[in-house]
């Protein structure tokens, strides 16, 4: 038996979900099994096969569902999204007394799935596994990947391309979307419940407040300003932060459209869709922070008597928790373990020169950390073709005082760079998943020097540039 289930979202009322099976797929084949993350969350990996992770047979104990949930698409309201392509089979508690969701993703449609497929494309999937274990190998909450199949059958999106379906594991995949879709239907019951639900699942220190509902939107709150800023110091864009890819576990949900940036520019927008560079690496924050101010109006019956006064409070958190995450953070990436206004001015004016240059960020900060173990930083300054500015800013910051150690735990050497992840879809389209195989590994450890693998932190040549990623999803 794979999973022991303990189902507790499909305990709640019919209308959070519709009962629905996966569509079975045509030759259902295993990519890949996690199994480090199946040990990690009490996942039998010997019992998973192709046609359980497929959808094609039911492991014991699943009761799949798909899940309702509303949203704002780029600022415009939708009442009803949902999974669309996606089904929660159950729930498992790990050794670690963590519960967690296993959903199949690609894996048909459902009553949610408008006019869409249901299906994923093995490009998507193997992005999203690829990305997603990357960043929880350095050390970002984001939902994981277990597994990956392909399922035989050609899905219609540009032109035709492999299907595929991944197995997500997520701490939840409750979304402010979810609480905005019985907003909209002024169900305040199920607003109760969902509350209820979301603090013993992933907020119980709540429970004990005054106001339950307040101490969970003010948590929330905090660990959104805090994962934001989190991306930002790793030079993560997430691309699609609509209220329903926002999720209310803290964790980095729904890799569409995403990249890590080689170039430093705070503007930068990869996705196709967002042309307005509403989801851009700087304003990441604003629009964290507008979901928020979503996910507080959407709580506002259950959150007291005076819900305006209460949801002002909980969003004043935002900035500071942010500024304090992303300056401190931003801090140890040159070395320096506090947070003062001074700090802040070096790294504001820091950002500046770099911007200015459009150096690489990993590599900049990479040949930082290597100039203050070797005591010389030729290399860094390399990277600046006008050095004036760079040459200031070294006068202003003390490298005899940066701890080299720190900056090390801090800055990754390896980052999942989109033309490398574009070089793995390329190569897995026609059937060589080698390529996917040694990214994986090389991304497993980040943080660490692999000079079998050094070409691994090369930006990418001027005709290797990825200039967009589509949603191709
Ligand atoms: P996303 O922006 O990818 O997170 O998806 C937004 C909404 O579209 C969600 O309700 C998804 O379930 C749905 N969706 C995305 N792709 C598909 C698809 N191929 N078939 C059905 N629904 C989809
Ligand atoms: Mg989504």
Request: net charge negative; hydrophobic share 40%.
């Amino acid at each position: 038996m794979p999973f022991t289930f303990d189902n507790s979202y499909a305990r709640l009322p019919k209308r959070f979900y519709s009962n629905q099976l996966p569509t079975p797929v045509a030759a259902p084949s295993v990519v890949k099994i996690n199994h480090p993350l199946a040990t990690q969350i009490g996942v039998n990996a010997d019992a998973l096969n192709a046609a359980i992770l497929a959808g094609n047979e039911m492991p014991e104990g699943a009761e799949p569902i798909a899940t309702a949930y509303a949203g704002h698409q780029f600022g415009g309201w939708n009442p009803q999204l949902g999974d669309g392509r996606a089904i929660l089979l159950g729930e498992v508690i790990g050794p670690d007394g963590v519960r967690r969701d296993i959903q199949l993703k690609g894996s048909g449609q459902t009553m949610f799935s408008r006019n869409g497929d249901g299906r994923a494309t093995l490009g998507a999937v193997l992005r999203e596994y690829l990305v997603s274990e990357a960043m929880a190998a350095l050390g970002l909450p984001t939902t994981r990947a277990l597994a990956v199949v392909t399922t035989g059958e050609q899905i219609m999106r540009d032109g035709y391309e492999p299907g595929a379906v991944l197995t997500r594991v997520a701490q939840s995949h409750i979304r402010v979307g979810t609480f905005q879709f019985y907003f909209a239907r002024k169900d305040n019951e199920a607003l109760q419940l969902l509350a209820d639900h979301v603090i013993a699942r992933h907020y119980p220190e709540a429970a004990n407040a005054d106001n339950p509902v307040r101490a969970m939107l003010d948590a929330i709150v905090v660990r959104q300003a805090e994962l934001v800023a989190r991306w930002m110091l790793v030079g993560f864009i997430h691309g699609v932060m609509n209220t329903d890819n926002s999720a209310i576990s803290g964790e980095t949900i729904d890799y569409g459209p995403c990249a890590f940036m080689d170039v430093f520019h705070p503007e930068t927008v990869f996705s196709s869709i967002d042309r307005q560079g509403r989801y851009a690496w700087n304003n990441q924050p604003e629009m964290a922070h507008w979901n928020m101010s979503q996910l507080a109006q959407a709580l506002g019956p259950v959150l007291g008597d005076d819900a305006e006064t209460e949801a002002k409070a909980a969003l004043a958190l935002f900035s500071p928790a942010f500024s304090k995450a992303f300056y401190g953070g931003f801090a140890a990436k040159i070395g320096m373990d506090q947070d003062t206004a001074e700090l802040r001015v070096l790294v504001t004016d820091l950002m500046e020169a770099m911007a200015q240059e459009r150096v690489d960020f990993t590599l900049f900060f990479r040949h930082l950390t290597t100039g203050v173990k070797a005591g010389d930083f030729t290399d860094v300054k390399a990277m600046f073709t006008n050095p004036e500015q760079i040459t200031a800013w070294f006068t202003r910051w003390d490298h005899t005082k940066a701890n080299a150690a720190l900056m090390q735990k801090v800055n990754p050497v390896f980052i999942p760079r989109n033309h490398r992840i574009e070089e793995v879809i390329k190569a897995a389209n026609k059937g060589d998943l080698e390529p996917f195989e040694r990214l994986h590994s090389v991304l497993s450890r980040p943080y660490e020097a692999q000079p079998e693998n050094a070409e691994y932190e090369n930006a990418p040549k001027p005709e290797e540039i990825v200039q967009a990623t589509f949603c191709g999803t």
